[in-house]
């Protein structure tokens, strides 16, 4: 056995952020969460809480590295947070210098997309695979790209962004584009074609009725969507279906253009699982050439709940050889 190592861990979240001390197996030996400030400087605030918890941590272990996931857009090379939509007022923040120039420790910044990718790919699901394409499938839709045994993030951190892709020319809007690829398969796309049904059914029934048997379109949630359909809701079941097929559309270029082995999706592929599967299925086996798609297999995220604790040590690791 090597010599046991230890990494600090950050998860910045657009509601949370979490600081980890962590082991170089992914053991997580302590986790503090707290409130994600927002809005015209409220990044210093944030940050701050995270250097007194990273010293605690320093305290405690000898670090090897600071890991940091974050949503983008960001500049992985420089470590700049570039004014991600979810961090209203985290505008050119330079997170790695703040961090090596406190502690004088490497510190390492990464999309939340390819930290995920990264994160599967050594800890989880695409463990021994070269080719890899991880998808959040969360509140928005981000895909980090692991090929030829490295992550690939384009020439200025823009590659993967595959939710901007335009599946449709109408459709639900994500990625501040209606008919995209996150418009159809992300967590408020579900929630936005649930509520699409549901204004119909509305005028069928009456408000009143449909509320009763649901809730109030503008508190609808994908979550809901998900709960809804697992119950086998017959409504839900349609959208998740629709967000199935447009899956499938969206992968099958992936797969075409990319040549990947495994497609890792996660949390709503995770909870949804063959309900969502199963439709980008049908459409891969008719839209992608056959070779590609007989070597390709698409399975849920392995990590679940614990993946952003994985995704900030890969982070961490990015500067070691592994």
Not at 30 to 47: E, H, L, P
Not at 61 to 77: A, D, V, Y
Not at 113 to 136: D, Q
Not at 205 to 233: C, F, H, L, P, S
Request: with cysteine; aromatic share 8%; hydrophobic share 40%.
């Amino acid at each position: 056995m090597g010599i046991k190592k230890y990494y600090v861990g950050i998860d910045i979240g657009g509601t949370k952020t979490a600081v980890l001390l962590i082991g170089s197996q992914g053991e997580v030996l302590d986790r503090i969460q707290f409130v994600t400030d927002v809005g015209k400087d409220a990044w210093k605030d944030t940050v701050v809480h995270m250097k007194e918890h990273t010293a605690q941590f320093i305290k405690l272990k000898k670090i090897e590295s600071i890991g940091i996931s974050c949503g983008g857009p960001l500049n992985s090379r420089s470590g700049l947070i570039l004014s991600p939509p979810n961090l209203p007022g985290w505008d050119n923040v330079p997170i790695t210098d703040i961090f090596q120039n406190e502690f004088k420790i490497p510190a390492y910044l990464e999309n939340d997309a390819n930290a995920g990718a990264l994160a599967e790919w050594k800890f989880g699901a695409g463990k021994g695979y070269n080719n890899v394409i991880f998808l959040t499938f969360g509140t928005g839709l981000g895909a980090g790209l692991i090929l030829d045994g490295r992550l690939y993030s384009g020439t200025n951190d823009y590659g993967g962004e595959a939710g901007h892709l335009r599946l449709a020319e109408d459709g639900p809007i994500g990625y501040h584009k209606r008919g995209s690829f996150e418009g159809f398969c992300s967590g408020t796309g579900l929630a936005q074609m649930m509520s699409f049904e549901l204004r119909c059914l509305a005028e069928e029934i009456g408000k009143e009725e449909m509320i009763k048997k649901y809730k109030a379109v503008g508190e609808v949630t994908g979550r809901d969507v998900v709960e809804w359909a697992k119950n086998g809701d017959a409504l839900a079941l349609e959208v998740v279906e629709k967000s199935g097929v447009y899956l499938g559309k969206g992968l099958s270029l992936l797969i075409d253009l990319l040549n990947p082995e495994l497609i890792v999706i996660g949390s709503m592929g995770v909870r949804l699982g063959d309900l969502l599967f199963e439709p980008a299925r049908r459409i891969i086996e008719k839209e992608v050439i056959p070779g590609a798609a007989s070597v390709c297999k698409i399975v849920p995220a392995a990590l679940g709940e614990k993946i952003g604790d994985y995704a900030a040590l890969s982070v961490a690791l990015k500067g070691e050889k592994n």
